[in-house]
């Protein structure tokens, strides 16, 4: 059995990324099946609540305010069409509605308006998830007593190439966001993306920062970037798919009791790859066309998946 340690360095971890692969695959799925079934997948739908006009330069994202990806800003939307949309969600066979606000820290009445749609959504029995921006401890707080069970906030990458992403917040202010959740009670879920230009050992790094945590994070989603015309990223080579499936399994052997969450990017995956990340330790995927304002895979393209791999939807 794999048990969770809390020391891990980046040199370990780089040096789990870079074992021969095919050991690699191997060890990460005997670790994975030790506490998941190798059969099935959790399923969760991501809506954008809060869509665009984020004061936040993040270099890959469209909904930010400083580039020009002609997306159009909107409100934060009504709970009763929040609620529709779980609803939908829960017969699409989703377990879990996740609520992503394009914030960079919101205010405290925000976050009550919030709060009341994570309430409504908890008791349609879905688990809930929120991703706001930055949280103070009692925003956090109000969150927890509303009955999310979930916060999204990612790391996004290792803190040395932090800076090269993102200057309008910083490394420990994520960190601080994640702390004030934990102490509300809230599940962390956070992870990063990779494909961004960072380097394999950035990768390790990233990793290395999330093993640290005590405990892990209950969810690690790794996102593979979407490129957007209009963001510093939409002209970088392609992120070789192996490397994808490296750092799946590196994430699944350092954070063994951890959901490992392939998010973001799915649209541009083959078969054959999301056949090889499921099979290294991922085993959460997000269902629907539309993932926040990006493609996303779409139901009938899972299906069709799932159905090949002898694989069905946690229920």
């Known amino acids: 059995m794999h048990e969770p340690r809390f020391d891990w360095t980046i040199d370990e971890v780089l040096a789990v990324i870079e074992r021969p692969f095919h050991e690699l695959l191997a060890e990460s799925h005997s670790c994975h099946i030790e506490r998941f079934s190798a059969h099935e997948v959790e399923a969760a ?12 330069d993040c270099a890959y994202c469209p909904q930010s305010a400083h580039h ?18 779980a609803i939908e969600a829960k017969a699409e066979g989703a377990t879990r509605f996740c609520m992503g606000a394009a914030w960079r820290s919101p205010s405290d009445k925000q976050v009550v308006q919030v709060a009341e749609s994570v309430a409504a959504v908890a008791d349609l029995g879905l688990e809930t998830c929120a991703t706001l921006g930055m949280l103070t401890d009692s925003q956090a707080q109000t969150l927890s007593e509303a009955g999310l069970d979930f916060y999204n906030h990612n790391l996004d990458t290792s803190p040395d190439f932090y800076g090269e992403i993102i200057t309008t917040r910083t490394y420990q202010d994520r960190l601080d966001t994640l702390g004030a959740c934990r102490e509300a009670g809230i599940l962390l879920c956070t992870g990063g993306i990779v494909g961004m230009g960072e380097t394999r050992r950035q990768r390790a ?27 510093p990223m ?17 994430a699944r052997l350092v954070m063994p009791t951890s959901v490992v969450r392939l ?34 895979n779409g139901e009938d393209s899972d299906r069709a998946l799932l159905e090949q791999l002898d694989t069905t939807l946690k229920v």
Not at 234 to 248: G, K, M, N, S, Y
């Open 205 to 231: 790094s990233l990793l290395t920062q999330l093993a640290q945590l005590d405990p892990h994070p209950e969810s690690v989603p790794i996102n593979l970037l979407i490129q957007v015309e209009g963001t």
């Open 234 to 250: 939409d002209a970088l080579p392609e992120f070789p798919p192996l490397e994808l499936v490296r750092t799946i399994a590196a």
């Open 45 to 56: 739908k991501l809506l954008s609540i809060k869509t665009g006009g984020c004061p936040e």
């Open 68 to 85: 020009d990806t002609g997306l159009k800003a909107e409100p934060l939307m009504k709970k009763d069409d929040i609620v529709a949309a």
């Open 263 to 296: 998010s973001a990017g799915r649209a541009s995956m083959s078969e054959e790859l999301h056949a090889l990340c499921l099979h290294a330790g991922a085993s959460s995927i997000f269902l629907g066309d539309r993932l926040l304002t990006a493609e996303n």
